[in-house]
């Protein structure tokens, strides 16, 4: 059967249908605030931010599990209140006002204070944002999406804008090492594409429905491996993307727990946490191994933390009622140890880990 492409499906034939895409006219204007600036070197920093009274703070990790706050300024003057989404590449952090459409650049200096760069304003409205290797991706329902990098300069450059229609409806969106996951709640479609070293996605395989339809509502990757999870059932799709990006195939349904809602990746072992009422799994993907996920440990945690990060070595994790937080890390046998437990600020809506 011919492929489908990612774009649009008709809904009587299964076959390519081309959308022609609208031109970018002024989507982002860039204003740059200094002359120099640097690429942005510091791994494992983390960084948090609250949107409600824009205050910007930045701490890291070290290497025996404790944290240590570097830089703080509230209220930051080039964060406005109403941030609503923080996405980090390796160039710098894009803070993003969904309602507005403002958004600023920032990057995390070698000693862990912040350079705020470009101030733009694009497009309002973007529902998801993910990083994928020097790029980013912005989505929105209604098949809108844009492509974009940030320069040395802390300069966000705009390289392709896809209007209304352009993309189809997909209601999970995951980056894996090299490539896009797609996946439709409603019908079960799936599909994977890659961005091109122009800046421009490139469809490799499309599906327009599948036999996982399902009510996936939650999903990680590994980077090698697709994990979707039904919060409600427990139900659990495990796939692997094919090296060429030219399909994804069956590696187990299984079911876990219900009520997990956030999910992180730590090399190889993944993790799921419910906040509401406590409680995780940790597990690894393994195709050769009889139950293909092996569950490594089922830790009790608490029902209290809003935020869960994922460094290269550690994992943290933040309360924002409370401000409590805790350090820890994942072993080589994948149980979990804590190395700090200690109290932050609260109200911090994002925390995120900076990354080359």
Avoid: C
């Amino acid at each position: 059967m011919e492929r489908s492409h990612i774009l649009r499906w008709s809904q009587k034939r299964w076959h390519r249908r081309y959308v022609r895409v609208a031109a970018i006219v002024n989507i982002i204007v860039l204003y740059l605030f200094a002359s120099v600036a640097f690429a942005q070197q510091p791994v494992d920093f983390l960084h948090f931010i609250n949107s409600s009274n824009s205050s910007v703070a930045v701490g890291k990790i070290t290497v025996d599990g404790r944290f240590i706050t570097t830089s703080t300024l509230a209220p930051d003057p080039y964060v406005p209140a109403g941030v609503t989404h923080v996405v980090n590449t390796a160039n710098g952090v894009v803070l993003y006002n969904a309602k507005t459409g403002y958004a600023v650049v920032e990057q995390i200096k070698p000693d862990g204070t912040r350079f705020v760069g470009g101030v733009f304003n694009t497009a309002v409205g973007w529902e998801k944002m993910l990083s994928i290797g020097e790029f980013l991706f912005f989505y929105n329902s209604d098949g809108s999406a844009a492509i974009g990098y940030i320069n040395p300069l802390a300069q966000l450059v705009n390289t392709k804008s896809y209007g209304p229609g352009s993309f189809g409806y997909w209601s999970i969106v995951l980056s894996t090492a090299s490539y896009l996951f797609f996946y439709n709640i409603n019908n079960g479609a799936m599909a994977l594409g890659w961005i091109s070293p122009q800046g421009t996605f490139q469809q490799t395989w499309a599906i327009p429905a599948s036999s996982i339809n399902s009510t996936f509502d939650g999903g990680v990757s590994d980077g090698r491996h697709i994990l979707l999870y039904s919060a409600a059932t427990g139900a659990t799709f495990i796939g692997g993307v094919y090296t060429a990006g030219d399909g994804v195939y069956e590696i187990a349904y299984l079911s876990l727990p219900t009520g997990y809602i956030k999910f992180i990746a730590q090399g190889r072992y993944l993790f799921f946490y419910n906040p509401n009422f406590g409680g995780g799994t940790i597990g690894y993907v393994d195709e050769f191994a009889a139950d293909r996920f092996v569950v490594t440990e089922t830790p009790g945690f608490p029902p209290y933390w809003t935020r869960m990060v994922s460094t290269t070595d550690h994992l943290f994790f933040y309360d924002s009622v409370s401000g409590a937080a805790q350090v820890g890390y994942i072993d080589g046998a994948g149980k979990y140890s804590e190395t700090e437990f200690l109290w932050l600020p609260t109200g911090s809506f994002s925390v995120m880990a900076t990354k080359r």
